[in-house]
């Protein structure tokens, strides 16, 4: 089993939905990561966060330490939206990120 | 100009071949990693460096090796190129501390024919 699963793993939604992708981890962190990879493969770091939620713009990250899962919704969801988004986690134990396997969106205009 | 810079951003090659890919920093971070990228897969990492007198193995450092130059500056090479080693290339870096994120390069898109 990963340590750091995403779900789902695809998502095909339509232009203005609601957008909820989902990271579950095994691992005890010091931080989780939430990353955008654009189709042209440029990676970008979203958010990072240790508790509570944190927003920007239309994006806005949880993360529950107790039930060890985070959430990355948008709103208003638009084409340039599509991407994939990759969750990772730092552990105090190990210098290296834990990566998930990403969630590839695509939002129809 | 980009914070993270990679050359070359794309690269065809034969089987047997020594390859270099190279990686420059303007954010002044010390830590520096090279990933790679299989389709459908996440990022696994390849080496990791916290300074320039320090060179870490990270989970598939077979095949590769890496080379710390200056603090703005590392290289990955691939001694004797093979067919599975083609796939996307990532070089990062971050600040100090487990907990700062990483910024990374584009990517170089490398095939081993």
């Known amino acids: 089993k990963n340590e750091v699963e995403q779900s789902p793993q695809n998502l095909t939604a339509q232009e203005g939905e609601f957008i909820t992708i989902n990271c579950s981890y095994s691992?005890?962190?010091?931080?989780l990561h939430w990353l955008q990879q654009h189709p042209g493969g440029g990676i970008v770091s979203l958010f990072m966060l240790s508790s509570g939620k944190k927003k920007h713009g239309r994006l806005i990250a949880t993360i529950n330490i107790q039930e060890k899962h985070s959430s990355l919704h948008i709103t208003a969801s638009h084409p340039r939206d599509s991407a994939v988004y990759i969750c990772?986690?730092?552990?105090?134990?190990?210098?290296?990120?834990?990566w998930g396997a990403g969630t590839k969106l695509i939002i129809k205009p | 100009d980009a914070d993270v810079t990679q050359t070359p951003r794309n690269r065809i090659t034969k089987t047997g071949k020594r390859i270099m890919l190279e990686c420059s920093q303007t954010k002044g971070h010390d830590r520096m990693y090279w990933y790679r990228q299989d389709p459908g897969l996440g990022l696994q990492l390849i080496y990791y460096s916290f300074d320039v007198k320090d060179i870490n193995k990270g989970e598939i450092s077979d095949g590769y090796s890496v080379s710390r130059q200056a603090q703005a500056k590392f290289s990955l090479s691939l001694e004797s190129a093979i067919p599975n080693q083609t796939a996307l290339y990532f070089c990062?870096?971050?600040?100090?501390?487990?907990?700062?994120?990483?910024?990374f390069g584009d990517g170089t898109r490398l095939s081993i024919l």
């Open positions: 990772a986690v730092s552990t105090d134990s190990n210098y290296q990120l834990i």
């Open positions: 990062a870096t971050s600040g100090g501390g487990e907990t700062q994120p990483q910024h």
């Open positions: 691992v005890g962190i010091s931080a």
